[in-house]
């Protein structure tokens, strides 16, 4: 079988994974919410810790509402999707670092380290959406945060949430497009 053949597979069957980023925008909606609360920093940093562990049963209930294959056990690079998932773990001691040492910005750290782990999806998927969109976000987001000055921090997952809508639009569009 053909490479691009099995990318597209996993496109179509898989619908880009975006029942993944559906959960994504639940979560960072949860976040949001978290961050509009007057609470302290610390606290809105751990309850943003949280809220990630509502992400991979929430991504499996939401691709069977959309009848999208998460498992993608019958495709030979199936079992890439979830190391390449897993991979975002890897750059959590950023975040841990962030929330430790410089509170105020952990939102920017995570908000960017989820931007970025979407680039190598494009490959995986064959589809050029997530290699634009992870850097648009990581950019973005940077540049919201310098801006923000660490007041206001709300905006960074709700400029998450309308990334990610944004991006999920793309990707029904390119799987469409798929024979």
Same mark, same amino acid.
């Given at each position: ?63 069977? =509402?959309?009848?999208? $294959?998460?498992? &993608? ?6 079992? *890439?999707? @979830?190391? !390449? ?62 801006? =923000?000055?660490?007041? $206001?921090?709300? &905006? ?6 309308? *990334?990610? @809508?944004? !991006? ?12």
């Amino acid at each position: 079988m053909e490479l691009t053949k099995i990318r597209n597979e996993l496109s179509v069957k898989g619908k880009n994974g975006i029942g993944f980023l559906f959960s994504a925008v639940v979560i960072w909606s949860i976040i949001t919410i978290i961050f509009l609360q007057p609470i302290e920093i610390q606290q809105k940093n751990i309850y943003m810790l949280f809220s990630t562990g509502l992400m991979f049963p929430l991504s499996v209930g939401i691709s069977s =509402l959309i009848r999208a $294959d998460w498992r &993608l056990k019958n495709n030979p690079l199936g079992d *890439l999707g @979830l190391y !390449l998932n897993l991979a975002q773990i890897i750059y959590f001691p950023i975040l841990f670092w962030g929330i430790a040492r410089i509170p105020n910005d952990a939102i920017i750290f995570f908000a960017i380290i989820t931007g970025a782990h979407f680039f190598p999806y494009g490959w995986f998927y064959n589809a050029k959406p997530f290699y634009i969109m992870a850097p648009i976000i990581s950019i973005v987001i940077m540049f919201l945060g310098l801006f =923000l000055n660490g007041e $206001d921090l709300w &905006l960074i997952p709700l400029s998450m949430i309308v *990334l990610i @809508l944004f !991006l999920i639009f793309w990707l029904i569009l390119d799987y469409k497009r798929k024979p």
